[in-house]
């Protein structure tokens, strides 16, 4: 192994060291249990009722720390746009804990009817445009860095002779939680005020589009892979 390898494979290890400790101390600010230890049972109590919402966080978090993860198996390198790239995707998840936190925290409280606690109250249609369009962009700007970051090593891959075709289908998984984040944020934006509150759903609701992430990523694939 040249110096240069050795150079650039202590660099990518520093930056994925960098991106792991970033995520494990955003997952620190969903602790279910706040700032403190709970000192009675009745604090215990509404502390794990935010299990639920905890939970989804997690594993929101967790979905894109993972997606970093996957980049790296696809490239090894430390190349400055993929340490630029790294650390914006850091940037935007710690913008993104805050609304994530709101959302599902708000939801499981109003689905429980108060049951599960939250620290989050809507008090109005405002309120709701204003959290869909934080957490749609916030979303959206993580899903696409991701999307960018494996446009990146596909790039790195072609200038290299390597095989990209790993790269270039992860890039196209990226994207489309990206569009559906961006569309989420511009159905909240341009809702009226005034329609009923269960429209208000509609936004969270579109989430449920990442079910499609598979189907059309393949259908893609199919008919632009090469031949």
Known sequence: ?????????????????????????ILTLLLIGGESIPDSTGKLLHALGGIPAFAVCFFQIAFFWHGHVRWRKRCHGAGASGRWLSLLLVFFAMIFVYPLHMVFSGVFSSISGGYLPGDFTVSGP??????????????????????????????????????????????RI?????????????????????VPGWMWSIPGLMYSLLFLIGPVVNQFNRRYAPA
């Not at 240069?4 to 995520?23: K, P, S, W, Y």
């Open 1 to 25: 192994m040249s110096l240069t390898e050795q150079r650039e494979g202590i660099e990518a290890g520093r930056l994925d060291m960098f991106v792991d400790g970033a995520f494990a101390f």
């Open 126 to 171: 405002a309120d709701m445009r204003t959290l869909f369009v934080c957490y749609g962009l916030a979303y959206a700007c993580m899903a696409g860095t991701l999307a960018l970051l494996f446009s990146d090593a596909a790039r790195v891959a072609a200038r290299h002779g390597l095989d990209n075709l790993d790269a270039r289908r992860e890039m």
């Open 174 to 194: 990226w994207i489309v939680p990206a569009a559906i984040g961006l569309a989420s944020a511009l159905v909240a934006l341009l809702m009226p005020l005034s």
